[in-house]
């Protein structure tokens, strides 16, 4: 019996640095956590860097094998794709209910030639 007092004094004053080592192992924990996640953040970053450098390494492969006059209808095509997209943009802006209107005839044409017949 008198082991048991001796015992549940010691188990008193064990919970006090019980609970600082608690706390402390969670706030490593908690600073593990922190430190993982921005460690997964800067591999993202790597991989997204390393796989656009790639791309652009790819890229510069396929461009080489194209002759130089495809090369130079590819480039007079984009401005001319350039120069469509720019008449949209500005057309859109002067006339928006024009545009909207146009564009909802395409989508019912669309709709009729595509759409399931009942």
Do not use: R, W, Y
């Amino acid at each position: 019996m008198n082991d048991e007092k001796k015992n549940s004094k010691k188990g008193e004053k064990m919970a006090p640095q019980e609970s600082a080592e608690v706390k402390a192992l969670k706030a490593e924990i908690e600073a593990l956590k922190n430190d993982l996640s921005k460690l997964s953040e800067t591999l993202q970053q790597i991989a997204a860097a390393k796989t656009k450098e790639k791309l652009e390494d790819v890229k510069e492969q396929i461009l080489s094998k194209i002759p130089e006059d495809q090369k130079e209808k590819m480039e007079a095509l984009k401005a001319e794709g350039e120069k469509a997209v720019e008449a949209i943009k500005t057309q859109q802006e002067q006339h928006p209910m024009g545009t909207l209107l146009v564009a909802a005839g395409i989508g019912f044409l669309m709709g009729k030639m595509f759409g399931t017949k009942s």
